[in-house]
T-cell receptor
Framework: SAVISQKPSRDICQRGTSLTIQCQVD?????MFWYRQQPGQSLTLIAT?????????ESGFVIDKFPISRPNLTFSTLTVSNMSPEDSSIYLC????????????FGQGTRLTVV | QQQVKQSPQSLIVQKGGISIINCAYE??????FPWYQQFPGKGPALLIA?????SEKKEGRFTISFNKSAKQFSLHIMDSQPGDSATYFC?????????????FGTGTKLQVIP
């Protein structure tokens, strides 16, 4: 298994500002992902964080709004830029070992409120 | 486009009863179907999973039934307990995208009452 820690666990931010969320995995993983979970809703994949290269974004998500870094095999950041109240959500980091490994591990999430 | 549909949205079951959650998928390329359990304030955690070459998988009180021709699968929780109260997500992934890249269903909030 893998233990994933996210920081911060929650934050309240002013509209127009940016927040960077950190994701730390306790062991090297091949795959890292960022999801968004709006209140009472399902999880939607934002992007795949690629080590050493640009992230791969899903339809509806763009790099200017959600820049992602992944400098090594255990760490990634997601920035929510120029926030609006519509960005209020839980943001979750996920990781997996790739290949034939099937399980995805999730962090506890970062609860973001934009006022 | 929601590729994995889930029902019901919420479910209330008496302690000791059977909880049943149903899912349907569209993409026939999916070849791995996990179920995740999420408690408030926590991230989802893998509960049980199945591959499409198997029609049923049981782990303790949890059973997945899979119907490949109908593109449907379901989770049965036998002898439901108050500690099972959580939100359950069916999901799907495919080897080509990496099994850990998960498409989630819409979620079912389960409440087990004593």
């Amino acid at each position: 298994s893998a233990v994933i820690s996210q920081k911060p666990s929650r934050d309240i931010c002013q509209r127009g500002t940016s927040l960077t969320i950190q994701c730390q995995v306790d062991s090297q993983v091949t795959m890292m992902f960022w999801y968004r979970q709006q209140p009472g809703q399902s999880l939607t994949l934002i992007a795949t964080a690629n080590q050493g290269s640009e992230a791969t974004y899903e339809s509806g998500f763009v790099i200017d709004k959600f820049p992602i870094s992944r400098p090594n095999l255990t760490f990634s950041t997601l920035t929510v830029s120029n926030m609006s109240p519509e960005d209020s959500s839980i943001y979750l980091c996920s990781a997996g070992r790739g290949g034939m490994n099937t399980e995805a591990f999730f962090g506890q999430g970062t609860r973001l409120t934009v006022v | 486009q929601q590729q994995v549909k889930q029902s019901p949205q919420s479910l209330i079951v008496q302690k000791g009863g059977i909880s049943i959650i149903n899912c349907a998928y569209e993409n026939t390329a999916f070849d791995y179907f996990p179920w995740y359990q999420q408690f408030p304030g926590k991230g989802p955690a893998l509960l049980i999973a199945i591959r499409p070459d198997v029609s049923e998988k049981k782990e303790g009180r949890f059973t997945i039934s899979f119907n490949k021709s109908a593109k449907q699968f379901s989770l049965h929780i036998m002898d439901s307990q108050p500690g099972d109260s959580a939100t359950y997500f069916c999901a799907a992934s495919l080897r080509g995208g990496g099994y850990q890249k998960v498409t989630f269903g819409t979620g079912t909030k389960l409440q087990v009452i004593p």
